[in-house]
């Protein structure tokens, strides 16, 4: 399951079979949802959160969330914001309106990737399988949000829990992403 | 009875479980905890293979990873790994393992005539033979020597077994687990330091595991180390690692492992991985390579039943084997005697312990004395007897004179012998320390650390339990320490017993045998003497890096870990000058030979580079597509119908697409959103044509350069709003274009307030080319004059298509009235479902790329990265209609402007057509003037595409060809093997030069 | 693979996130139009390629997609800097030094 | 020079081969040569062996920080070919296989040159066509090659895998039956004790130290670890390290310096009959005579001159040999090493004089270079002797970076559509 940070807006699809389910570590399809991609400079920041609905986190690789809100932090001027597939319009409208002539870039990208649910005890393993990345709690703690490479894909990788991680691809890769992240975690079952 | 020089008692193999395993098909017994090594040796096997180029028989020499003799084949599932070392194959039931490098028999080896043969053979030798005739070396000389090299035979099926690979991070990595690693392990651990301790033998404890003389904490050293283990199992912060070789130290302390996770185990569950590479980032490390034993280098030193003392002692002590039953014993240091003491204490005979040294120490001698061991001091073997199994020795006296006399001769079935101790610098060496040389120690140790590692114990030089134990906590405590800052109070645990012993020898040992008739082996397995290393300085070789190279001392599989000290200080004695002049060859990774498996991992099948799929994928495969690879992209290439060939397909998808309609897939083609208030400025720097005046709803096709003045890529961009542009690029340039945009924006206009997003995945996108093109769309598109007035060629709009929002451009990659619709993703499937179906309506067709290809040919338009190469202009393609006259400035314009950019004589794009319009020109064959060009004739230009063209009913075909443009009319020549094919130069475009079918 | 650090993330990440893309502070000519052939095959194509201390252009393209230099040496490939695009190039010498080059 | 053969080897042998001679001298360089080459690799032995046996300067040193042979020479995967796509490249690389074919009987060593066949699969449909395009331009230069189908490719590789349900398919082939492999080290010694007999002084652990330039700002000579050495004409022939000698006579250089690693399996018997090359999947492989498969990786991304580069590149490069030769996957990596390599914008080398008067570069040979090695050698001779390059060297200039008349074998690898 996708708990605490996330657990309003990324949810499992409850249409979809478990790709992975073990004693240790499941993966799950998660539902559509809004993405849009905000490029600005600091002066628009304010009144963009306020029109999105949180504030856009300036803290490198940190997320801030709100019911059914969550802004990612991708780069220094570069934020992914995460809203219900159906608030598409509504979010898209407002942020615009909201910033007017502050110079700005917003697309929406809602489509452009997909993404699954890593949970369990076993998940930080699973991930560490492709991901040269110290994800242990100290190094890489609940909200933690990046881009980065899983074997030879470029993955986002968002904690939302101690033991659940959304991972998050292209659409066109995630047919390897997955697919190695079962095919890796089929040794958990192993005798 | 089986098993004959199996100990009664002692120990680490579990002598309850008995095991059955095969050696060249003969079945023989051993224990859980053997290896393939000491249970043939329990077995009385010592002949286990032959040499590399005289095919010597040879026998077990060591009990570790640096064994060069003892390679073997080992077969699981019917097929055989081959060069697998036998000391460190576990045995496990039903183990089948053969000997390599003999024909028909290990036992009658033909090869073996290379030995007698050998004073033809010296280094080096076939550099200066096999030239004549001169066409004998490829088809006689060299695949004689070929098939009589190599050792085992390569795997012959495809090897099924998966591959695992984790990234882990740590604070402290400890590679090795003998006292001091075990020690450093401990005390790191202790301060609550992330720690991986990782060894390469099954069992943790190095050489504790095999010591019965000494105590720690007043326990035996095995139960202190399985103390020791069990201790650090309880702690989460520690990760130990068995079975785990630190093969590579690379720069920023990054470190890898190789993990055989299976391959013990006689029924391993196929989900497993064989092996596992751990890809570790970490912060200090430890080394605790410990230190292997030195061979002595006396006439002969090859036989089987010659083994190192200690390992004799591993095998004794650790295996339950006693490695011969009347034991010589040759040393020049204080811990072979061990080795001949706890023989005798398990009741083999030692026939003496001759020790090169004039006065060994005097306790030594006494407890030799004490227990009836005959000792000849300043005593060496001069040579040996036997040929598949040794069963004497000659015996040397040293005299002061420095020459040798006579010592007479001596029976026995095994000698074990010692030249002292190399520290493993290996990993060390590959962190790129660099070593410095010892003299008291006769040995190269560690220098100054270069990485965040510190070596502890035998591996720098450092021996005795107490000091070793000690010197490994206190590495641990500070390598915790520099890691975390933390640290802990720890208690050392003390050891007596396990003094470090003095003495050694390094390089070819004095005798009184005809040196030039005689073999004294530096470098076993490729069968390099001393006298091999003579000759290569002799020969003007004087650096140890030709020295290596010419006689291939320290290039076997070992990797010179036996050889490399001794061959340094002959070679230094050679050649008069001290060691460290002569250097040492650099170590270089992997520690141990590593399994091509581990470093592909899960890299195969379509995990080999991810499979990119566009959403019409199932309806595709439903429907018979054939894809070709873009890149990572799978593109439909053509879609052929009832048993039609590819060019019967593409001719009915080309016709089709010109009567009626087609529908392609465009989904792969890269897009970039540029939003902002700079956006049209930002374009108008990047690429070749002006952007500012282009008014939303309008698109323009887009030719983009890099600063060479080169053609990179192209693109039709549509502006959707004075701030949003939606832009397009090739498939295969997608990620080049966008890299070469923010590269520019950010480090060279980072004023500009402009950002730039790949939108490449947010669209499925369908061409809907043909003259009902607009027919065919019409019924889902809301909200939108598609009438040629209102919606003319090179307009874009933001609709709806069946409810979906949609980006609708009219744009032509064929020249008919067309149509590209982006979709959402999610929405694309749906999309092409209706558009598929609805086109069927009107005897439309699919198509892919070829025809895609064919209908673009016909109209001239080119494709980047075919018809260009990286070295067209805009000018040399007959754009120049694409450069904004009035643009002080845009990527390439500068470039455009060198001399030789602007001179005469360019390959300029152009068509051709053959004279018989039935000949195909083929894709990439050379253009000339002349009709039968002499060999080695500059050509004028090359075809860059050539197609049949169903619209023409004959072959049309695009080139680059030097001063094309002037040329048309002109006829020109393609030299074929068959004769040449006169071909007229013409404009690039074959059909509809007025552009009629365009604007319709 | 190295290991290299983000300015702008705050975070060492393995080089495989990072695109190494040559030389620094090698600026485009501001009006190519006035530069001669030899300044521009200096800008294309002449590079220190020094042997020792040297600066570099990386852009963390699976991260947060940003380009920034870093001081690196060349022999030992260890990094003496990092810092953000469009800071003014550092001493390099006083590096070395710094260093024990 | 004694005459090596199998009669003076069997001679030797019953003197138990205490009567071999050196293969070169190891002598004290002297105040003046016509000639100093710096660098003695590969490329500038077999300049100085021309210079002195095609063009009569015997007064030539050549002057090598470490041992001779011991750089790039000594590192790489000794494949020989000459089936580029431009015509001046086809020419330069043809121009040396004929010295190949009879290099052992020139130098009177056995380079081991042996035309095992490299063949250079296509995986797409790009590739196809550049590979073709590449097949006529060398018929027209005079240059063996051909098409193999996917089966022809495998019949003359029977390891190869030709499936079609792997990844990237094997589309085919081109092949050039003279290529094939040599004997690096034998090309850098032969070399040596060739032009050693003639009289060139080899003097190795010498390092250059600086060029010395006159008032007219031609090459008086170098400064070396053992001295000012006189000389009127310098070829400096350093592979990775050109842009640092470059610099001390004042040249900037368009190169960049590499790490390029390549490996070696532990020693199989005969498994692997020709050289494999796959340019779209980053595969090099052949079997060396001693039974070891030599296969070549790529370079890292950053400039290094540290000899050593990432796993990840050794990771890329064999699980692309595993995926065409899958039962090498249980085979097992011996030995890994780095080169450094001096790579230019086009791919291309530069082998020309200079804007110094007296200075000659010969460098930019990228991760391909070895296979050139005696017809560099011989034209550079050509370039130093006469002041003027030989027409098969002619286009390779340092100024065709300025004008834009590049030589683009990258090219020929251009982004797919």
């Known amino acids: 399951m996708s708990d605490l940070l996330a657990n309003d807006l990324i949810t499992p699809d409850a249409g979809e079979a478990p790709l992975l389910a073990q004693a240790d570590v499941s993966i799950l399809k998660a539902v559509p949802v809004t993405r849009l991609s905000y490029r600005g400079r600091e002066g628009s920041l304010k009144a963009a959160g306020k029109a999105f609905g949180v504030a856009l986190p300036v803290q490198p690789l940190s997320n801030s969330t709100a019911p059914k809100r969550a802004a990612l932090w991708m780069g220094p001027d570069e934020w992914t914001l995460l809203a219900p597939e159906e608030e598409l319009n509504a979010v898209f409208e407002a942020i615009e309106k909201g910033l007017g002539d502050t110079p700005h870039a917003l697309v929406d990208v809602s489509h452009r990737s997909l993404a699954v649910i890593v949970s369990g005890a076993k998940a930080e393993w699973l991930l560490n399988t492709g991901i040269f990345i110290d994800l242990s709690l100290e190094a890489f703690p609940v909200g933690t949000v990046t881009r980065t490479i899983f074997h030879k894909a470029p993955v986002m990788l968002w904690r939302t829990g101690p033991d659940t991680f959304v991972v998050e691809s292209w659409v066109s890769f995630m047919d390897y992403v997955s697919g190695l992240l079962v095919q890796v975690g089929q040794e958990l079952a192993a005798a | 009875m089986s098993q004959p020089f199996r100990t009664e008692k002692g120990g680490r193999i579990d002598r309850a479980e008995q095991l059955t395993f095969t050696f060249d098909g003969e079945e023989m017994q051993g224990h859980k905890g053997d290896t393939l090594a000491s249970a043939l040796l329990a077995n009385g096997v010592h002949l286990v293979g032959r040499s590399f180029k005289y095919h010597r028989p040879r026998g077990i020499i060591s009990a570790g990873s640096e064994e060069p003799n003892a390679l073997v084949g080992v077969y699981r599932n019917g097929d055989q790994t081959p060069n697998l070392r036998a000391t460190q194959v576990e045995l496990y039931q039903g183990l089948e393992a053969i000997s390599q490098n003999r024909f028909p028999s290990l036992g009658f080896d033909i090869g073996a005539v290379n030995d007698l043969m050998s004073p033809l053979f010296p280094a080096g030798f076939y550099y200066k033979t096999f ?156 080394i605790a390579a410990g230190a292997i034993e030195r061979p002595m280098v006396f006439p002969e030193n090859d036989r089987p039943g010659i083994l190192m003392a200690e390992s004799g002692r591993t095998y004794l002590n650790r295996y339950g084997v006693k490695v011969g039953h009347k034991v010589l014993v040759t040393t020049a240091c204080d811990t072979a005697w061990q080795a001949a003491f706890d023989l005798k204490d398990h009741g083999v005979e030692v026939v003496a312990i001759a020790d090169m040294r004039e006065t060994p120490p005097a306790n030594l001698i006494s407890i030799a004395e004490a227990r009836g061991i005959r000792v000849e001091a300043g005593c060496v073997v001069t040579g040996t007897l036997g040929r598949k199994r040794v069963k004497g020795a000659l015996l040397g006296k040293l005299m002061t004179s420095g020459k040798v006399a006579s010592g007479g001769q001596v029976a026995c079935d095994a000698i074990l012998m010692s030249g002292g101790w190399t520290p493993t610098v ?575 | 693979m190295l290991l290299v650090y983000c300015p702008y993330c705050d975070v060492e990440r393995a080089e495989t996130e990072f695109a190494c893309r040559g030389e620094a502070h090698i600026a485009r000519p501001a009006d190519p139009t006035q530069v001669s052939d030899e300044d521009w095959v200096n800008y294309l194509y002449m590079r220190t390629n020094t042997k020792g201390v040297y600066a570099e252009r990386w852009r963390h393209i699976h991260g947060c997609g940003r380009f920034f230099n870093a001081v690196r040496d060349t022999v030992s490939d260890r990094f003496l800097k990092f810092y953000k695009a469009g800071e003014t190039m550092p001493d390099l010498e006083a590096i070395a030094k710094e260093a024990g080059k | 020079m004694k005459r090596y053969s199998f009669l003076e080897l069997a001679k030797n042998a019953f003197s138990a081969h205490q009567n071999w001679g050196r293969q070169w001298r190891a002598p004290e360089p002297k105040a003046e040569y016509d000639v100093v080459i710096v660098g003695a690799g590969g490329h500038g032995l077999a300049t100085a062996y021309y210079l002195a046996k095609e063009h009569g300067v015997h007064s030539v040193a050549v002057i090598e920080k470490g041992w001779l042979g011991g750089g790039n020479t000594g590192r790489n995967t000794t494949i020989v070919r000459s089936n580029y796509l431009w015509e001046e490249s086809a020419g330069l690389y043809n121009h040396a296989i004929g010295l190949w074919q009879g290099l052992s009987q020139e130098l009177n060593y056995n380079v081991m040159y042996s035309a095992r066949g490299v063949m250079m699969l296509a995986h797409t449909v790009h590739d196809v066509q550049v590979a073709q395009r590449h097949i006529h331009a060398n018929r027209l230069a005079g240059v063996q090659n051909e098409w193999l189908t996917p089966e022809q490719a495998k019949e003359y590789c029977p390891p190869l895998n030709i499936e079609k349900n792997i990844r990237y398919p094997v589309m085919g082939a081109a092949l050039q039956r003279v290529g094939g492999t040599a004997r690096h080290d034998a090309v850098a010694w032969g070399y040596a004790r060739g032009a050693d007999a003639l009289g060139v002084d080899i003097i190795q652990n010498c390092a250059v130290t600086g060029i010395r330039r006159g008032q007219n700002g031609a090459v008086e000579g170098v400064e070396t670890a053992k001295g000012f050495i006189k000389a009127k004409k310098v070829g400096v022939v350093a592979a990775g390290h050109t842009s640092t000698i470059m610099d001390m006579a004042g040249v900037r250089m368009p190169l960049e310096s590499f790490p390029l690693q390549a490996l070696v399996s532990e020693p199989v018997k005969p498994a692997f009959p020709c050289v494999v090359m796959s340019n779209t999947i980053h595969a090099y492989i052949s079997q060396s005579d001693k039974g070891e498969l030599v296969i070549g990786a790529g370079t890292d991304q950053f400039i290094s001159y540290s000899q050593a580069g990432g796993i990840h590149i050794s990771n890329h490069t064999i699980d692309a040999i595993c995926e065409l030769f899958p039962h090498f996957r249980r085979m097992r990596m011996l030995r890994n090493w780095g080169g450094i390599v001096d790579v230019t914008p086009d791919r291309s080398p530069i082998l020309s004089k200079t804007p110094v008067q007296g200075l000659y570069v010969n460098c930019g040979w990228g991760t391909g270079g070895f296979k050139a090695t005696p017809g560099s050698g011989h034209v550079f001779a050509h370039t130093i002797a006469k002041d003027e390059p030989h027409k098969i060297n002619a286009p390779f200039t340092i100024d065709r970076f300025r004008t834009g008349r590049l030589i683009d074998e990258a090219a020929a690898a251009a982004v797919a559509h």
Request: with cysteine; glycine share 10%.
């Open chain 2, 426 to 1000: 290996s990993l060390y060496s590959q962190s790129r320390g660099k070593v410095v040389w010892d003299a008291d120690k006769g040995a190269y140790v560690p220098g100054k650390s270069v990485q965040n590692e510190r070596s502890t114990g035998a591996s720098k030089g450092l021996y005795g339990l107490q000091a070793t134990l000690e010197d490994g906590y206190a590495a641990g405590e500070e390598a915790a320490k520099a890691a975390t800052g933390k640290s802990a109070k720890i208690t050392y645990s003390v050891a007596t017993g396990g003094e470090a012993g003095a003495g050694g020898t390094l390089g070819a040992l004095p005798h009184d045998r005809n040196a030039a008739r005689v073999k004294a082996f530096v470098d076993y397995q490729n069968d390099v003497t001393a006298k091999d290393v003579k000759l290569a300085v002799r020969e003007g070789m004087q650096s140890i890096e030709h020295i290596k190279r010419y006689t291939t001392t320290g290039m076997a599989t070992d990797q010179g870990r036996l050889s490399n000290m001794n061959a340094l200080q002959i070679a230094s004695g050679a050649l008069e000058r001290p060691v460290t002049d002569v250097g040492l060859t650099t170590f270089r990774l992997p520690f141990t030979p590593t399994t091509f498996g581990l470093f592909a991992g899960v890299s195969r099948g379509d995990f080999f580079d991810p499979v990119r799929n566009t959403p019409s994928h199932d309806w595709v495969v439903a429907n018979g597509g054939v894809y070709e690879d873009v890149g990572q992209w799978k593109r439909t290439w053509y879609f052929p119908k009832d048993g039609e060939d590819m060019h019967a397909a593409v001719a009915r998808e080309c016709k089709t697409a010109r009567e009626s309609v087609g529908l392609f897939d465009a989904s792969t083609l890269g897009k970039i959103e540029v939003v902002g208030p700079d956006a049209a400025e930002f374009l108008e720097r990047m690429y070749t044509n002006p952007w500012k005046k282009l008014a939303p709803g309008r698109c323009r096709y887009g030719l983009l350069l890099n600063d060479a003045g080169f053609i990179v890529d192209d693109g039709v961009i549509g502006r959707l709003a004075e701030d949003r542009f939606h832009v397009t690029t090739t498939t295969g340039g997608a990620p080049s274009v966008f890299a070469t945009m923010e590269d520019y924006l950010q480090t060279e206009w980072p004023d500009l307030d402009v950002w730039i997003t790949s939108t490449t995945e947010q669209f499925a996108v369908a061409a809907v080319q043909g003259p009902k093109a607009r027919e065919v769309i019409a019924p889902f598109i809301e909200g939108v004059d598609l009438s040629a007035e209102a919606f003319p060629h090179m307009s874009v709009v933001e609709a709806t298509f069946c409810g979906v929002p949609c980006r609708l451009f009219r744009i032509s990659f064929t020249g008919e009235l067309g149509f590209e619709i982006n979709v959402p993703r999610r929405h694309g499937k749906m999309m092409w479902e209706t558009l598929a179906k609805e086109i069927e309506k009107h005897n439309g067709t699919v198509y892919g790329t070829e025809t895609m290809h064919v209908l673009r040919a016909e109209k001239g338009y080119i494709i980047v990265g075919q018809d260009t190469d990286g070295t067209v202009t805009p000018q040399d393609a007959g754009m120049s209609w694409a450069i904004g006259k009035k643009k002080l400035d845009f990527v390439g314009k500068r470039g455009l402007e060198r001399p030789d950019l602007v001179a005469e004589n360019r390959k300029q794009f152009v068509g051709l057509l053959t004279k018989d319009p039935k000949v195909k020109l083929e894709e990439g064959a050379q253009i000339t003037v002349a009709e039968n060009p002499a060999t080695g004739t500059p050509a004028e230009g090359h075809v860059t595409s050539s197609y049949y063209s169903p619209a023409l009913d004959r072959n049309i075909a695009l080139a680059i060809v030097k001063n094309g443009h002037a040329l048309e009319g002109k006829t020109l020549y393609v030299p074929m093997p068959n004769g040449s094919i006169p071909v007229e130069v013409t404009g690039p475009v074959f059909y509809d030069k007025e552009g009629a079918r365009l604007n319709v």
């Open chain 2, 131 to 286: 030239m004549w005739p001169k066409s004998f070396w490829d088809r006689v000389y060299e695949p004689i020597i070929r098939a009589a090299a190599g050792l085992g035979k390569p795997p012959k099926n495809p090897d099924h077994d998966v591959y695992g690979n984790i990234y882990v991070h740590c604070d402290v990595l400890v590679a090795g687990s003998g006292p001091s690693g075990l020690a450093a392990a401990l005390a790191a651990a202790e301060t609550g330091a992330k720690v991986i301790l990782c060894d390469e033998q099954a069992e943790f404890g190095g050489s504790l595991l095999s010591e019965t003389s000494a105590s720690i904490d007043g326990k035996d050293p095995c139960d202190w180390v399985a103390e020791t283990i069990a201790k650090l199992m309880t702690m989460d912060n520690v990760t130990l690692l068995p079975r785990t070789t630190a093969f590579g130290y690379f720069a920023h302390n990054f470190v890898a492992l190789a993990e055989r996770v299976t391959e013990h185990l006689s029924n391993p569950d196929p989900k497993l991985p064989r092996e596992r590479l751990w890809q570790v980032r970490a912060k200090e490390v430890v």
